[in-house]
């Protein structure tokens, strides 16, 4: 699998990866019902973390902020409307790394078009990618890291080779660093009909992928699809990753869909006890931007869930 690194405006080189080279592995559309909400009832303690205000002894910069992002079928043909194309930015923006799901673009040029729009307003974005991963050729899907290249480098990157064709996209993970502090993410997106079969196979893989990658601070991160009817509270209670070994930094309790009337926690960030968290919640890039309804739901059917990584 080739991985990509890119630079402003060119290719900077070889990204190095812990994995073997390997043919593109299987994908197949999974489009989630958004239509289809609930009320929330009582949560499980231990799958909670309450959006709370930043704590204020963190010094600035200790901070590392990092997002993960379903862009909803990102091409180039999305990027040719402005107002859609101008929000991404500014969202990429926000943060020192976000990892972008969805980019479907058979041209192979949005990531990089994308980049470029960023570092015309004066910024140093660069982006990791892996090989388009599909079962069903029409709906192959990549995994994009945009970085703020002025502050954070990629170490090492591992695609996930699933053997036993579990997931319908892979989840493909990046170790980045800052000086000597590391920190690994993995980048998921689970099937909405699949959810349960590839949610309890997540704790295997991110034991896998964590020690392959030899960092100690990982964070599993994507659309879960895990609420409005894909899996249960309960069931998610039971899995693996959510075991002792986790902290949910985004949990049970939120709604990270765009649609009005649809109230879904589908996008999560799960946590190692080594990571040291602050300011965890959705962002609400509608009200942020000032963006109508209709214009909020061009940019993407999801809101970013991010949480701010504190460095010792």
């Known amino acids: 699998m080739k991985v990509k690194l890119i630079p402003v405006m060119l290719i900077f080189g070889l990204v190095f990866s812990c994995q073997r080279p390997m043919e593109t592995e299987k994908v197949?559309?999974?489009?989630v019902d958004q239509n289809r909400g609930k009320t929330k009832a009582s949560k499980s303690a231990n799958l909670i973390q309450k959006e709370g205000s930043p704590n204020a002894n963190v010094h600035p910069s200790q901070i590392i902020k990092v997002a993960a992002f379903n862009a909803d079928l990102l091409d180039t043909t999305k990027l040719e409307k402005s107002d859609v194309s101008?929000?991404?930015?500014?969202i990429i923006k926000r943060y020192d790394v976000i990892l972008f799901q969805e980019v479907r673009d058979v041209s192979g040029e949005a990531a990089d078009d994308l980049m470029n729009l960023v570092n015309s307003t004066g910024a140093a974005y660069r982006y990791v990618i892996?090989?388009?991963?599909g079962r069903a050729p029409a709906y192959k899907e990549q995994y994009a890291f945009f970085f703020n290249s002025a502050r954070l480098s990629v170490a090492r990157t591992y695609q996930y080779q699933d053997a036993d064709d579990?997931?319908?996209w892979e989840p493909f993970s990046v170790v980045f660093r800052e000086g000597d502090f590391e920190f690994g993410l993995m980048g998921m997106h689970i099937r909405a009909t699949d959810a349960k079969r590839e949610l309890n196979k997540v704790d295997a893989v991110a034991k896998e992928v964590q020690s392959e990658l030899a960092v100690e601070r990982f964070v599993v991160m994507g659309d879960f699809n895990a609420d409005c009817g894909n899996i249960s509270e309960d069931e998610i209670a039971q899995l693996g990753i959510s075991g002792?070994?986790?902290k949910w930094l985004i949990g049970n309790n939120v709604n990270s869909m765009v649609a009005t009337g649809v109230d879904c926690a589908f996008?999560?960030?799960?946590a190692t006890n080594d990571v040291v968290s602050n300011g965890t919640k959705v962002y609400n890039f509608k009200t942020d931007l000032g963006l109508t309804q209709e214009?909020?739901?061009?940019?993407?059917?999801?809101?970013?869930?991010e949480f701010d990584l504190v460095m010792p």
């Not at 197949?28 to 489009?31: G, H, I, L, Q, T």
């Not at 892996?130 to 991963?133: F, H, Q």
């Open 130 to 133: 892996n090989d388009r991963v």
């Open 267 to 270: 996008d999560r960030i799960v």
């Open 28 to 31: 197949a559309e999974s489009k």
């Open 244 to 246: 002792s070994s986790y």
């Open 166 to 168: 579990v997931f319908e």
């Open 295 to 305: 214009k909020a739901e061009e940019v993407s059917s999801h809101f970013p869930v």
């Open 86 to 90: 101008d929000a991404l930015v500014k």
